[in-house]
């Protein structure tokens, strides 16, 4: 393809000052990553890091490998994340220079730092990080690879990178699999692609793509495929609402939640591109790139006539679309839409951070329970209450021997990985934290041998739960497992001046073997 360099500016330039614009973005992430706290989900797969393994109840292991990377605190938690944000940004910028010269690279790297979901999904380490960052460098492969004469060693070793880079992405999350599958039906549709499926290296790419999975694929089949179930079930179990209104509702919060992402003009404009790279007759490459961009947007749109579709699961198709977008603007299309989309986009980033750092929505009138950011804030100052409670039972009376270990629970595993978060650090080897699960989903502390399987008689059980008028289910679940159960004081979850969160400490002592839901204790013959 024919590199398309500005009259204006010395070939190279456009270059340069595309990198200067990534590492620039990514040196503002780093920072944020410093300042934030844990998100529930972040210090939920920091408990998973802890725990290495090829397979976890909701995700496959990458997100857990990558924060392993790092050390206990949010900066160390989030670095691999955003280093990972780096490495996609750097394949984008490397793929739309091939297809469309510096000035396109240069457009890739505004579009990219002026995305909101810039702004969360390259900095919480969560498994969109390792995903956009796989996938970010298998298109750019694939491209290479298409870019090549075919039957070529150079296709063959660019395909053989795309599997590797499909593989690491399977590892992050399952729908990994529709950026591969869309690529295979372009070069099944597309006349200038065929030829590509009489050459070995798509078919190396699967094979290597499963030998990197093979880790995790052997993890669910000796886990009764617990992994896969979950995911299923999750996005495409059977509908709690049903009929034309509710259908509609998840369709429209799905295009509002894409909107949201990207910011209103770039949405409109990055659709654009999508739409256009179809009705290209003589770039198969391109319409490639529309393909997959239709195919990841097409599974969401049928998965929310089923269930809600969270913001965050279709955001994959944005990254061909960039590409798109990028080249178009580098032949001097769309030019002053997309500067105003990037101004748009910029602010909303920028509006992102500032909410971050100072929790500005809730004091703006979003109630904290609705708002992300300000479930992360807070934690420090629970676990220092739930640790004096852990002191009370620890020393439960005179005469009354003191009990080895201490447990302390919460019933979501949202909030038992925050209290193992702020638990965490010098003196608190004696303490393990799980969560009961008796009032909410499975997860991966089902899998993890917790306090049925790991008591002894007598232990003494912290658990907090939300404020409640009246006896919280857990507590009259649990009553008869204990000898005697006592309220304890309110922990209260504070941030800049802001009350984000109320709930109670309960002391459970003396447990006397048994467990909700099962007949007798799991008791180790040594501790």
């Given at each position: ?22 590492l620039a973005g990514t040196a503002v992430r780093l920072v944020m990553a410093a300042l934030v706290p844990l998100t529930n989900d972040e210090a939920y797969y920091w408990e998973w890091s802890r725990r290495l393994a090829a397979g976890y109840f909701d995700h496959p292991p990458a997100i857990a490998w990558l924060v392993a990377l790092g050390g206990d605190t949010p900066f160390g ?451």
């Amino acid at each position: 393809m024919t590199t398309f360099a500005s009259a204006s500016s010395p070939v190279g330039k456009p270059w340069t000052r595309a990198w200067q614009i990534l590492l620039a973005g990514t040196a503002v992430r780093l920072v944020m990553a410093a300042l934030v706290p844990l998100t529930n989900d972040e210090a939920y797969y920091w408990e998973w890091s802890r725990r290495l393994a090829a397979g976890y109840f909701d995700h496959p292991p990458a997100i857990a490998w990558l924060v392993a990377l790092g050390g206990d605190t949010p900066f160390g938690v989030r670095l691999g994340s955003v280093l990972a944000g780096g490495l996609a940004g750097l394949a984008l910028l490397r793929t739309a220079r091939r297809l469309g010269g510096d000035e396109a690279a240069l457009w890739a790297s505004l579009i990219f730092a002026c995305l909101p979901l810039a702004a969360a999904g390259y900095v919480l380490a969560t498994p969109d990080a390792p995903l956009f960052c796989a996938l970010a460098w298998t298109l750019h492969a694939v491209v290479e690879a298409l870019e090549s004469p075919v039957g070529s060693r150079a296709s063959l070793r660019w395909w053989s990178i795309a599997g590797v880079a499909i593989g690491v992405a399977m590892l992050s999350k399952y729908t990994a699999v529709l950026v591969p599958t869309a690529i295979a039906v372009s070069c099944a549709l597309y006349a200038p692609l065929r030829a590509r499926l009489r050459e070995p290296g798509p078919w190396v790419a699967v094979g290597v793509a499963s030998l990197v999975l093979a880790p995790n694929l052997w993890w669910n089949a000796t886990h009764d495929w617990t992994s896969f179930a979950f995911q299923l079930g999750h996005g495409l179990g059977a509908p709690k609402q049903a009929g034309f209104g509710a259908v509609l509702n998840r369709e429209l919060n799905l295009v509002g939640g894409q909107a949201g992402l990207t910011s209103p003009i770039l949405f409109v404009l990055l659709v654009g591109a999508i739409w256009r790279a179809l009705r290209q007759g003589d770039d198969a490459v391109m319409r490639m790139l529309g393909t997959v961009s239709v195919f990841v947007l097409l599974f969401f749109a049928w998965s929310a006539t089923r269930k809600n579709v969270e913001a965050n699961w279709p955001a994959s198709a944005w990254l061909p679309a960039i590409l798109l977008l990028s080249v178009e603007a580098a032949h001097g299309a769309r030019r002053a839409w997309l500067r105003g989309g990037l101004w748009l986009g910029g602010a909303l980033v920028v509006l992102v951070y500032v909410d971050a750092a100072t929790l500005l929505a809730p004091r703006l009138g979003l109630r904290p329970g609705r708002d992300p950011v300000s479930q992360a804030y807070g934690w420090d100052a629970v676990a220092g209450s739930v640790s004096d409670v852990v002191r009370t039972g620890q020393h439960a009376g005179r005469g009354e021997p003191t009990p080895r270990t201490v447990w302390v629970a919460a019933d979501r595993y949202q909030q038992a990985a925050q209290l193992a978060w702020g638990l965490r650090g010098p003196g608190t080897d004696t303490l393990r934290v799980f969560a009961t699960n008796l009032g909410g989903r499975r997860n991966q502390y089902d899998l993890w041998a917790g306090f049925r399987q790991r008591a002894v008689p007598g232990d003494v059980l912290v658990l907090i739960l939300d404020e409640s008028t009246t006896e919280p289910a857990p507590i009259v679940a649990l009553a008869p497992y204990f000898s005697r159960i006592d309220e304890g004081p309110p922990v209260v979850r504070t941030a800049h001046g802001l009350l984000l969160g109320r709930q109670r400490a309960w002391l459970l002592r003396d447990w006397r073997g048994g467990w909700p839901g099962h007949s007798t204790p799991s008791i180790p013959e040594s501790r």
